[in-house]
């Protein structure tokens, strides 16, 4: 089988040794059976910058063994032997304490002037800086800019699927709405830069008050929303309790003057095949009976 690789690699020269240890990307190559064949030069920088040795991932080394762990792998890199499939890609994270990287995985068939598969070609490309770029313009088309949480678009489209979630488990799913209390006066007195620390502040307390499973958002300029799945009446009663009197104690000081601030709270628990337009008119509805009865205040229907 050797024979057969150095045959493939010196029948031209556009993919010779040299070539391929001048690419800076990792790449090996392996047989049918799964044995490393050859290794390029950044291959095995890479593998023992890593702490690996060549003697688990090197020439010789059975490369699909040791994707067993990772089945997406293995059967992708089986269907290419096997000439069920032309490619196979996988993204995957590789960071170390130091810095976050992830890769892609390309495996393509090797074969000769379309003759019979004798292995895979396999390329191991770095894409953090794409990644990162990803990842930043997610979070800004998901993430409220000043406050740094959710925006309004997709926390509706997380409303949706907790409701489709909520009806198939039989689950509760409750919701807060939160609104400022006098947050004109606070602009107009202490002015905007002033108002923007106290939604940024205010928007710090109610991340504190959520799970991981939960979805806090700014929806409007004062107004802020939580998404709770798995909580019933009482649980959502005892968090907005407990989140009003948490923001009251709240110490803004600007210009050596402290802003008092305090908020209404309304919300409701779900259950049951209830509409989703209903969620955000019963919220609606309690925070409203909240500032009627004087703000400050937390109603739960």
């Avoid at 039989?170 to 006066?185: A, Q, R, W």
């Avoid at 991340?207 to 409007?220: Q, V």
Wanted: with cysteine.
């Amino acid at each position: 089988m050797k024979a057969k690789f150095d045959t493939l690699l010196s029948m031209d020269s556009e993919i010779s040794e040299s070539i391929l240890n001048s690419l800076g990307d990792q790449i090996c190559l392996i047989d049918r059976n799964g044995t490393i064949c050859f290794t390029n030069q950044e291959w095995n920088r890479f593998g023992l910058s890593n702490g690996t040795t060549l003697s688990s991932f090197g020439i010789g080394a059975n490369y699909l063994r040791q994707c067993e762990e990772e089945p997406a792998i293995f059967q992708g890199l089986q269907a290419i032997l096997t000439g069920d499939a032309d490619c196979f890609n996988f993204e995957y994270p590789c960071h170390s304490p130091a810095i976050k990287r992830w890769f892609l995985m390309q495996a393509t068939p090797l074969q000769a002037n379309n003759q019979a598969i004798e292995g895979v070609v396999i390329r191991h490309v770095d894409i953090t800086k794409q990644k990162l770029l990803e990842l930043q313009l997610k979070e800004y088309a998901e993430k409220d800019s000043l406050t740094s949480l959710f925006n309004r678009r997709y926390f509706e489209e997380q409303v949706i699927k907790e409701v489709s979630l909520s009806r198939q488990r039989g689950m509760y799913l409750s919701l807060l709405y939160i609104d400022v209390d006098n947050f004109k006066e606070i602009n107009d007195g202490y002015g905007h830069p002033a108002g923007d620390r106290v939604l940024q502040e205010l928007a710090l307390q109610i991340s504190d008050a959520t799970r991981f499973s939960d979805t806090a958002a700014r929806i409007g300029g004062d107004e802020f929303a939580l998404l709770l799945p798995d909580t019933n009446k009482i649980e959502l009663t005892l968090l907005a309790n407990k989140l009003s009197l948490d923001i009251q104690q709240l110490k803004i000081q600007e210009q050596s003057r402290p802003i008092d601030v305090t908020v209404s709270i309304g919300g409701k628990s779900f259950i049951g095949d209830f509409p989703l337009n209903s969620m955000a008119q019963w919220a609606d509805k309690a925070l409203y009976l909240a500032k009627d009865k004087g703000k400050n205040q937390v109603v739960i229907l």
